[in-house]
């Protein structure tokens, strides 16, 4: 992984990276290069060109989660990325290692969110509070450590922290996600919460596109789980 991020699928339009964890995807207090610029510099010396490049941000990710990231290669990929997104035509498989298991191994969670600006934080709030938005998710439990236990969850909504929040809504916190009640920090500042995968028919090219994004290198844990897993969730 260089620069933060690995190309897992590149066209005309698009460019897909798997995104290491601690990656801002939008500009930030902290003065780090956002990934769209690093990403922006990549296709600058792999195509030698000489003016701007042309990377438009799709969708994003907290800065502590690692796994997919879609970005735009052109004008008309950005707006017809952006309408699948809209029309919830792009299906979206993380993954999260949590400390303790569901009490259901599959099941879907629905619950009304609503984030606080204040602390950077979602907390799940009854329908009629003021600004509540509703969050589906899809969740099922597809392996077990000593210790921890692996969830594949397909979102059907697309909340601020709504995996982090709703998953903690229900005992099953995300490793090293102090914001939401863990135990204790991952070591490199992660939580273990990972975009696995990507589904969508290409906007452009109306070709059947699924990317899997490998898991973190960085945090030994993921590759316990790598030989429980199969890249034919669906």
């Not at 009304?112 to 899809?138: C, D, F, M, Q, T």
Request: glycine share 8%; aromatic share 8%; proline share 5%.
């Amino acid at each position: 992984m260089r620069g933060g991020f690995e190309v897992l699928y590149e066209d005309n339009h698009l460019i897909i990276v798997n995104k290491a964890a601690g990656e801002i995807t939008q500009g930030d207090s902290t003065g780090d290069t956002p990934l769209p610029d690093k990403v922006r510099a990549y296709l600058k010396e792999k195509y030698h060109k000489p003016g701007n490049v042309f990377v438009g941000v799709v969708h994003r990710l907290d800065r502590p989660v690692s796994g997919i990231v879609v970005f735009a290669k052109t004008s008309k990929g950005l707006s017809r990325m952006n309408q699948l997104f809209r029309d919830d035509k792009v299906t979206k498989i993380y993954h999260a290692i949590v400390e303790q298991p569901p009490v259901d191994p599959s099941g879907t969670l629905v619950h009304w969110l609503k984030k606080n600006p204040k602390n950077n934080k979602s907390y799940i709030v009854a329908p009629s509070v003021k600004g509540a938005r509703e969050a589906r998710l899809h969740y099922r439990q597809i392996g077990d450590s000593d210790r921890y236990t692996l969830l594949e969850v397909e979102l059907e909504t697309g909340r601020h922290h709504q995996i982090r929040t709703q998953l903690s809504g229900i005992g099953c916190v995300i490793r090293g996600d102090l914001k939401y009640g863990a135990k204790r920090s991952n070591r490199d500042g992660s939580i273990s919460l990972h975009a696995r995968q990507i589904h969508f028919v290409h906007p452009v090219s109306g070709d059947t596109i699924r990317v899997t994004a490998p898991y973190p290198a960085t945090d030994i844990l993921w590759s316990h789980f790598e030989l429980d897993d199969t890249d034919d969730h669906q």
